[in-house]
């Protein structure tokens, strides 16, 4: 009995001793079978070896990301597409989740979509009016302060950004998101109503067919109605009238072209002061914080700082930065680039897609440094057309386009 147990255990030795290995330079580690890390981890291990700037900027990317997830798993609870905003699209959710409110700036309308109350009967067009010009009443009442404050995507990348910056998140700008739309700044309860039924007027229904007993139209099953309401078309002249002496007061600050930078503007929001992209970049101009904010805030203050999402919100001060990376770019970072024309075109392309990346148009690495001697052996015309045809990303290369059109376009304002 004895001897068993003697050579179980010498057995069980036998196999733990097996799982040991020698290291290198001597000494014995246990050599066990891992598991591998989750995405998170690794991202946070990525993150730890970083420099400071770079591992600020990861670190607003995993809290955006992270908070955008999540988001998007409560949405796809209760509603088909977990759509949230974007560059051109400012998307909200009543807070028991029955109503979807978008305010699409380059489409210029506003979506609004609701529960289906009459599932299996015939609609009661009445009584569904009423409901979505409450949930438009909602959209032409916010602010931009107020939208930013009920956007936990929003909250969860300040908390990072207060962190790093050690300074409370900067005060945006307090006006309402669709202020073009009112010739007051701060509209009465009345005034926002009476705007609200004057746009229903030209509501459409989506994948509805009116008829003239528009009353009493079935509608099946369908759980969920969108009204699309046209926007006014002169909203976005309103926008451009405002926007555009800022655009030229930073414009001659910074030593640049005013319909450089409104194409600029138009392009990368079309003028949504609640932009945002997956970057996550953010505001009129699209300002990435740890990185065009960063050098936009070296020449704005002299010194290295954050610039927070809320402070990229405030229109005016996102023109400034925007501006003030745009100078950067052009006369610092792309100064090797001989023919100011030529430099203009690739700096439009950088703005969008990176200096580096843009430079895989001219050779076939990621190096503007080995890309410059071919650039500068260009005409303006041929850097263009290099730029417009061999762009590795159709984003950028389409970018070009509708920045230079929509310059010819602000020479004239």
Not at 105 to 120: D, L, R, T, Y
Request: with cysteine; proline share 5%.
């Amino acid at each position: 009995m004895l001897r068993g147990r003697w050579f179980i255990s010498a057995l069980l030795f036998c196999v733990s001793f097996s799982g040991w290995s020698q290291a290198n330079g001597g000494g014995w580690v246990i050599d066990r079978e891992r598991k591998p890390d989750s995405p998170l981890l690794r991202q946070g291990k990525a993150i730890a070896n970083l420099s400071e700037e770079e591992r600020q900027h990861r670190a607003i990317v995993l809290a955006f990301r992270q908070a955008t997830e999540k988001y998007q798993g409560e949405i796809r609870q209760h509603w088909p597409s977990s759509e949230v905003s974007s560059k051109t699209r400012w998307v909200t959710y009543s807070e028991d989740w029955s109503s979807k409110r978008v305010v699409d700036f380059e489409k210029n309308h506003i979506e609004i979509s609701v529960e289906n109350q009459f599932a299996n009967r015939r609609i009661d067009f009445g009584v569904l009016s009423k409901t979505v010009q409450k949930e438009l009443e909602v959209v032409l009442g916010s602010s931009i302060s107020g939208a930013l404050a009920k956007d936990p995507v929003q909250r969860a990348v300040d908390r990072v950004i207060t962190q790093y910056s050690k300074e409370p998140p900067s005060a945006e700008d307090g006006g309402l998101v669709l202020e073009e739309l009112f010739t007051k700044a701060s509209p009465t309860p009345k005034a926002i109503s009476k705007k609200a039924k004057l746009l229903l007027k030209n509501a459409s229904i989506r994948y509805q067919v009116l008829t003239a007993s528009i009353a009493a139209l079935p509608i099946g099953g369908n759980k969920k109605i969108t009204y699309t309401i046209p926007l006014p078309d002169n909203r976005i002249r309103k926008k451009v009238r405002k926007f555009a002496p800022i655009a030229k007061k930073n414009a001659q600050r910074f030593d640049l072209s005013s319909d450089v930078v409104m194409a600029i503007i138009h392009t990368e929001s079309h003028f949504n002061p609640l932009a945002r992209s997956g970057v996550p970049a953010f505001g009129l101009m699209q300002i990435v914080p740890a990185t065009a904010g960063r050098d936009a805030a070296k020449k704005l203050y002299k010194k290295s700082k954050l610039l927070s999402a809320r402070y990229l919100y405030n229109p005016s001060r996102n023109i400034e930065a925007g501006a003030a990376y745009l100078h950067v770019l052009y006369y610092n970072y792309l100064k090797g680039i001989k023919n100011p024309e030529s430099r203009l075109y690739y700096a439009i392309a950088s703005y969008n897609g990176g200096a580096s990346s843009s430079a895989k148009a001219f050779i076939k690495q990621a190096s503007f440094k080995k890309a410059l001697s071919v650039i500068n052996s260009m005409t303006p015309d041929q850097v263009l057309k290099t730029l417009m045809t061999k762009l590795p990303r159709r984003e950028t290369r389409e970018y070009v386009s509708k920045v230079l059109k929509r310059r010819n376009y602000y020479k004239r304002v």
